[in-house]
């Protein structure tokens, strides 16, 4: 064979052309197989195979970093996440990735940066219920609770869904645990005896109960006997009117 002969030299263009694209058309497999495992909830092996992708693919699209920092998120890898959202930020500013990306600072309990950029992102769109309700979790494990519970209450206010307003009721309820944390029993009474008067339904109610008897621990081991006695023979009345 001539390696010269033009007629060889286009066998040899053609054939590197067509294994190219052969490769590459099994790289995007991989990624497929990594769609497919995410959508049937198969998490961890989805992020799995986005490694392996990556490996191979080296340099990623802008749709292909947010869809590897999403499997990220969902695979509870925040720090791999944080890292993808922060470079897709770098490059253009997107409301709903910077949510995300403040909603993985939240889950790792980075509450200072995500409170900035919740901050920031609520005063881009204070009508954005998701971006809201998650600045007064932020501020909920900030132990900012005062501004915790206006958002909460507010939100309350507004709300025209069951299921949202259990979930703020509840969220109310969980702000009474900070209070007894932070020994300020008066506060943490006041939320849970209110919540009572605002919803019927049992399974929150009996949480609330359940709440006061662990505050009744909380006030024995901080000896305060009479005010633990006041609140159990409380809440054996209110038990007992709910039979």
């Known amino acids: 064979i001539e390696p010269e002969n033009p007629d060889v030299k286009t066998a040899i263009n053609n054939y590197e052309l067509r294994l ?16 497919r495992l995410a959508v049937e909830g198969k998490i961890d092996e989805s992020f ?25 998120s969902a695979a509870k890898q925040y720090g791999k996440a944080i890292e993808t959202y922060k470079k897709l930020m770098d490059q253009e500013f997107d409301y709903k990735l910077a949510l995300r990306l403040a909603q993985d600072y939240y889950f790792i309990q980075d509450a200072a940066n995500a409170k900035n950029l919740l901050e920031n992102l609520n005063k881009i769109d204070p009508a954005n219920d998701e971006t809201t309700l998650l600045l007064a979790d932020t501020y909920a494990i900030s132990n900012q609770l005062s501004k915790a519970e206006a958002i909460y209450r507010n939100m309350l206010l507004l709300s025209t869904d069951e299921k949202a307003t259990h979930d703020l009721i509840e969220r109310l309820a969980n702000l009474g645990d900070l209070h007894v944390k932070n020994k300020n029993y008066e506060k943490a ?54 039979e």
């Open 48 to 72: 799995s195979k986005y490694e392996e992708y990556i490996n191979k693919r080296k340099t990623l699209s802008r749709d292909e970093l947010i869809e590897y920092a999403d499997i990220c």
């Open 189 to 242: 009474d006041s939320l849970y005896n209110e919540i009572p008067t605002t919803t019927k339904e049992p399974d929150i109610i009996k949480n609330v109960f359940d709440k006061q008897i662990f505050m009744s621990d909380a006030l024995i081991n901080d000896l305060k006997l009479e005010a633990a006695e006041k609140l159990l023979n409380s809440l054996k009345a209110k038990i007992k009117n709910e």
């Open 20 to 35: 190219g694209a052969y490769e590459e058309s099994k790289i995007f497999d991989i990624r497929r197989e990594a769609g």
